[in-house]
C-alpha cells in the first residue's frame, strides 16, 4: 500500500506541474494576500482529486478480472496518456493576470470550485488506475488484487501528491515572486510533463504487448 500511495503521489505531482487554473490562482493569491491564503487555496484545489480518482477507480474495480472488458481497456490508458503529452507539448505560455491578482475571495473555496470543475481528471486517473493494476515490480502487484483499500490508497495519494506540488508552488512564489511566473510558463516544464506522460503510454504499450 505504501508503494502504491508514493508512485500515485508521485504521478499526481509530476502531473499538477502542468501549469493550469488552480496552479495560477495559488500564485496570484499568495502573490495579492499571503503565503497563508496561498495555502489555502492549495488544499481546496487538491481535494477534488479524491473525488475524481476515487470515482475512478471505484467504477473500474466493479468489472470482474476475467472479463473481456479487462483487455479493451488495458489499451485504454495508451491514447488517454499520448492526448496528455501532446497537450502539454502544445501547450501555449500563460500570463499571470494582474486585474485578477488584487481581487479578494475566500481562498479555500475558490480552490474547490477550481479543482472541481477539471472534468479531465475522471479519463486521467482511469487510465492511470488501469495502468498501476498492470504493474509489477518485481513479483509485487502495485495495486494488490481484491483489497477495495487500495482505492481509498489511490485517492488520496492523488490529493497529496498535488497538494505537495501546490506547496512547491507556494513556497518559490513567497520566495521569489513575479520570478516565479517566467519558470511556470517555460516550456521546459511543458516538455518534461509531455515527456512524462508519453513515457507512461510507452511502458502501457510494452506491458500490454507482452502480457
Known sequence: MLLLFLLVSSISFAGSIHPGTVNLAVVQTTLSQSRRAGLWLAFGGSLPEIAYSSLAAGGLMLIPTNSSWMTVLAYAPIPVLLGAGFAAFRQKPVVLNESVAHTR???????????????????????VWLYLSRATIGSQMVIPTGQSASQWVFALGTAAGAFGLLVVVVWLTDWQRQRIVQYLNGPWINRLTGGFFMGMALWQTIQVLTA
Open 105 to 127: 475571495s475566500l481562498p479555500f473555496w475558490k480552490g474547490v470550485a477550481l479543482g472541481g470543475t477539471n472534468p479531465q481528471l475522471l479519463p486521467f486517473w482511469s487510465a
